[in-house]
């Protein structure tokens, strides 16, 4: 679908690693609003990362180089200062569940309280709303297959984190 709007949006998250939904987001948002700053950051719930930070973006780079108008950086601190330093228009957050929405709404209105962004939720694939991070690290460190829910490049790099196969026959998707 070719985009009709020129609007910014960032779309935040950790992306460790970054997955088939993240990449229904970010393709979705280049298509309805036109460029896409996808801000990999610190989640302070999650403290300590499986892959680098710099990895984690040389990762999400190398899934969405097919995309137009969407790049990729590493941010500090809080979204809404990324918000503020790349001058998007509003923040876009993709849903998968209810209680993604009960984290996702509070998190809006506490950026919205901070410097005003507004953020937009995009609906995640119907059968893509059980892909996490969180289960992609579990799996693949006990080398089971991931390949469905990653983009190659993930599959190869927790492959090499884990010395083991990811994504190989280990029973049905
Ligand atoms: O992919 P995740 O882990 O769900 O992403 C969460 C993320 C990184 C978007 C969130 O933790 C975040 O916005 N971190 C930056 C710090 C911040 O802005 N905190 C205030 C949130 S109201």
Redesign the pocket.
């Known amino acids: 679908m070719a985009t009709t709007s020129s609007l910014t949006v960032l779309y ?4 460790d690693p970054f997955h088939n939904g993240h990449l229904d987001v970010v393709t979705q948002a280049a298509e309805l609003f036109g460029s896409v700053v996808v801000a990999v ?6 403290p300590s990362g499986l892959i680098a930070l710099a990895d984690r973006v040389q990762l999400a780079r190398r899934c969405t180089e097919h995309l137009v108008g969407v790049r990729v950086e590493a941010f500090p ?4 200062q990324a918000a503020s330093a790349t001058g998007v228009d509003f923040i876009v957050k993709g849903l998968r569940t209810p209680g993604d929405f009960e984290v996702e709404q509070q ?1 809006a209105h ?2 919205h309280s901070v410097t005003g962004i507004r953020t937009v939720y995009l609906p995640c694939r119907a059968d893509q709303a059980f892909i996490s ?1 969180r289960f992609i690290r579990e799996i693949a460190q006990y080398g089971g297959k991931i390949d469905h829910m990653v983009p190659a490049p993930v599959v190869t790099t927790l492959a090499g984190i884990f010395g083991k196969p990811s994504g190989g026959n280990q029973g049905p998707a």
Do not use: E, I, R, Y
């Not at 950051?41 to 999650?46: A, E, I």
């Open positions: 935040p998250g950790s992306f950051m610190h989640n302070p719930d999650k601190g809080l979204a809404v998190m506490t950026n991070s």
